[in-house]
């Protein structure tokens, strides 16, 4: 089964920036729709943004202006540039995926993303 791996976690002050990166276990070009979600401790998962195949992307309001998601040209890896950090960024991350080819949602194992103030 296909997996999504992410990497780009870290600890980083506030007010500073990270890069995560989510790339499929296997060579790809049927990824729909990709993004990020996050959870923090006590708390539901939540949309963070995502992008179509068309390129279109959808952002929660708290990170718009702050962070930006992308795809590489091929469309297998995609990238959360998170700028201007906020200790409320803290959260574990986790890639999702949607495939052209089935309807279930495909998770990454999450990846840590501690802001300190």
């Known amino acids: 089964q296909i997996q999504l791996v992410e990497s780009g976690g870290g600890l980083v002050q506030a007010g500073g920036s990270l890069r995560l990166s989510c790339t499929p276990s296997e060579s790809t070009n049927t990824i729909n729709v990709i993004g990020w979600y996050r959870q923090a401790p006590g708390k539901q998962r939540e949309l963070v943004a995502t992008?179509?195949?068309?390129?279109?992307?959808n952002y929660a309001d708290s990170v718009k202006g702050r962070f930006t998601i992308s795809r590489d040209v091929d469309k297998k890896t995609a990238y959360l540039q998170m700028n201007s950090l906020k200790s409320e960024d803290t959260a574990v991350y986790y890639c999702?995926?949607?495939?052209?080819?089935?309807?279930?949602?495909?998770w990454g194992l999450g990846t840590q993303v501690t802001v300190s103030s």
């Open positions: 992008i179509s195949r068309s390129g279109i992307s």
């Open positions: 999702n995926a949607r495939f052209l080819w089935s309807a279930s949602d495909f």
